[in-house]
């Protein structure tokens, strides 16, 4: 499944390749949806069935949730 920036709540970023996850506050999620990016397409992996979580990649990786109306 593929999902445009605009439509994921992001979570975490995923860094080294899957060695370490940084946690992105409220703030900087919303930096994430803002920027220039937001049209750019992120194909799903899920992650979680139950916490309803995915790993979207494209240029970087990040946990992402789908956004309510997406």
């Given at each position: 499944m593929?999902?445009?920036?605009?439509?994921?709540?992001?979570?975490?970023?995923?860094i080294g390749?899957?060695?370490?996850?940084?946690?992105?506050?409220?703030?900087?999620?919303e930096?994430?949806?803002?920027?220039?990016?937001?049209?750019?397409?992120?194909?799903?992996?899920?992650?979680?069935?139950?916490?309803?979580?995915?790993?979207?990649?494209?240029?970087?990786?990040?946990?992402?949730?789908?956004?309510?109306?997406?």
């Amino acid at each position: 499944m593929k999902r445009k920036a605009k439509d994921l709540i992001f979570i975490s970023r995923i860094i080294g390749h899957g060695l370490d996850l940084e946690i992105l506050s409220e703030v900087e999620s919303e930096k994430l949806q803002d920027k220039c990016f937001i049209d750019d397409e992120y194909k799903l992996n899920s992650l979680s069935i139950s916490n309803k979580t995915y790993i979207a990649s494209g240029f970087n990786s990040y946990v992402v949730k789908l956004k309510d109306n997406a």
